[in-house]
């Protein structure tokens, strides 16, 4: 299978690419080599061949959520540059003007 210059422009426009003349030449030439092989993937029998999801047999291997005491917010506090007992003193993000 083979894919046109005008194709390779129009996939250029979408991707809004601006290609030389080289370089069309070249993508004409790389496009129609995948679409090529594609096409032979086609060919293959995948009859008995069963759909997955992944191409490794793969399981959840999360563990089990569990509660768990908190730290106390003097602890979590105690490494904090500033604070005011009660929060997390950070630069201001937004100006109010």
């Known amino acids: 299978m083979s894919i046109s210059r005008e194709e390779v422009l129009h996939i250029a426009k979408l991707a809004r690419l601006s290609l030389s003349e080289e370089e069309i030449t ?42 768990l005491p908190s730290l106390s917010r003097e602890d979590v506090l105690k490494n904090a540059p500033e604070h005011d007992k009660e929060f997390f003193k950070v630069p201001r993000v937004l100006r109010t003007e």
């Open 26 to 67: 070249m993508y004409t030439h790389q496009l129609g080599d995948i679409l090529n092989y594609v096409q032979k993937l086609n060919e293959l029998n995948i009859d008995d061949v069963e759909p997955m999801k992944h191409v490794l047999d793969m399981v959840n291997v999360l563990r089990e959520d569990k509660d």
